[in-house]
């Protein structure tokens, strides 16, 4: 036998009487079958206290990992929401330039940047209308999105928008088990 199947067998439930087989002279295996069978209790003893350790261990090292399984998760999100978020205003500026619009949304776009155009003229802080343009703009987006038609002019901007939207639906659909304290600890203590 080798060394590791000797340990294997030693740590399992049978014992080091395992490693005695019938018809085997115990010179060859490295025990006598009196001592195998005297030490039959005591290493069922020291490998349930192994598989023990080795339990809580792995219990232990397990909620690092899914830690940061939750983390990495909500990190993709939270980065796709903002990619998600960048793509729609692109689309939206490419379709308010090209035309593609209901009109409504257009002439309000338009209306806002006369507004954001005489407020740079005059000193006026603009952060509020040039927030409003880009709401007005995802909100173009949004409604390309809806439909699937093409849309020429924006085509390159609408693709990766929908790449990215059905990627951000992916993610949000994965589930990701929260790691609980109450719930590692409870596995630890059942163990022992």
């Known amino acids: 036998m080798r060394t590791l199947e000797v340990i294997n067998v030693w740590l399992s439930d049978a014992g080091p009487a395992a490693l ?3 018809g085997s002279s115990p010179l060859t295996v490295g025990c006598s079958p009196s ?19 080795i339990r809580v261990a792995e219990a232990a090292l397990v909620q690092p990992v899914r830690l940061f399984q939750y983390w990495a998760a909500l990190w993709r999100r939270r980065s796709l929401s903002i990619a998600f978020s960048e793509a729609q205003l692109a689309l939206g500026q490419r379709m308010y330039i090209a035309g593609i619009d209901d009109g409504q949304l257009g002439a309000r776009i338009a209306e806002l ?12 802080p603009i952060r509020t209308l040039e927030t409003e ?17 093409p849309h020429p002019g924006a085509d ?20 990701v088990p929260i790691p609980n304290c109450y719930t590692f600890w409870k596995s630890v203590l059942s163990i022992l």
């Open 20 to 22: 005695c087989e019938e």
């Open 35 to 53: 001592a195998a069978r005297s030490t039959a209790s005591s290493s069922k003893a020291i490998g349930g206290g192994f598989r023990r350790v």
């Open 113 to 124: 940047d006369e507004k954001i155009h005489w407020a740079e003229a005059t000193g006026t």
């Open 133 to 149: 343009r880009k709401s007005l703009l995802r909100l173009l987006a949004e409604c390309a999105l809806e439909e699937d038609a």
């Open 156 to 175: 390159i901007e609408y693709a990766v928008a929908r790449e990215v939207h059905t990627s951000l639906a992916r993610a949000a659909l994965r589930r």
